[in-house]
T-cell receptor, first 114, second 112 residues
Framework: QKEVEQNSGPLSVPEGAIASLNCTYS??????FFWYRQYSGKSPELIMS????GDKEDGRFTAQLNKASQYVSLLIRDSQPSDSATYLC??????????????FGRGTQLTVWP | IAGITQAPTSQILAAGRRMTLRCTQD?????MYWYRQDLGLGLRLIHY???????GKGEVPDGYSVSRANTDDFPLTLASAVPSQTSVYFC???????????FGPGTRLTVL
């Protein structure tokens, strides 16, 4: 069973603060990790991909990966009300017959209040 | 067409009826996927296709079938709809190399 766990939240932060979203996964052989943002009533949108240990920054977003701890996080700096959404963590296992299959967490709901 | 399209956007269906949800992508991605998303349960994989002509079962395949006659299209069929199939259905595609998946806008299906 390849599990991906996220805190369901809701996580509430004030505008301008740093929002920290966390995700753990069970398959130690996993190699690719993704964060999706999903606004209410919309489809998931890919916002970050990370493949190696360490940090990856893209604008206000930073993904952090620690394979030894089987942990991936997403930091959102200078949070804006427009960041209010559900954030899905997804993991691609290294092994298995399903090319490109992702395992998703249930998502963390983030609210940024003005 | 840009990306992935799904049709219909929403549908109300009587139990026992047959329904096909359509999905088309123009990115020439080899792999395509169907998910359902239910409150509290997250995204669950129904069926997938690694390449045209092949399909496989995901976590919740019962009551659903798929076909992949060509690269662009991946329809999902409910042979005899039941109320538990009320959900939001998302189609996704991937070129498979890095695992990034891109989602269509979804179909909201209600089975009464």
């Amino acid at each position: 069973q390849k599990e991906v766990e996220q805190n369901s939240g809701p996580l509430s932060v004030p505008e301008g603060a740093i929002a920290s979203l966390n995700c753990t996964y069970s398959d130690r052989g996993s190699q690719s990790f993704f964060w999706y943002r999903q606004y209410s009533g919309k489809s998931p949108e890919l916002i970050m991909s990370i493949y190696s240990n360490g940090d990856k920054e893209d604008g206000r977003f930073t993904a952090q990966l620690n394979k030894a701890s089987q942990y991936v996080s997403l930091l959102i700096r200078d949070s804006q009300p427009s960041d209010s959404a559900t954030y899905l963590c997804a993991v691609k296992p290294d092994r298995g017959s399903t090319l490109g299959r992702l395992y998703f967490g249930r998502g963390t709901q983030l609210t940024v209040w003005p | 067409i840009a990306g992935i399209t799904q049709a219909p956007t929403s549908q109300i269906l009587a139990a026992g009826r047959r329904m096909t949800l359509r999905c088309t992508q123009d990115m020439r991605h080899n792999a395509m996927y169907w998910y359902r998303q239910d409150l509290g349960l997250g995204l669950r994989l129904i069926h997938y296709s690694n390449t045209a002509g092949t399909t496989g079962k995901g976590e919740v395949p019962d009551g659903y079938s798929v076909s992949r006659a060509n690269t662009d299209d991946f329809p999902l069929t409910l042979a005899s709809a039941v109320p538990s199939q009320t959900s939001v259905y998302f189609c996704a595609s991937s070129d498979g190399s890095l695992g990034e998946q891109f989602f269509g806008p979804g179909t909201r299906l209600t089975v009464l």
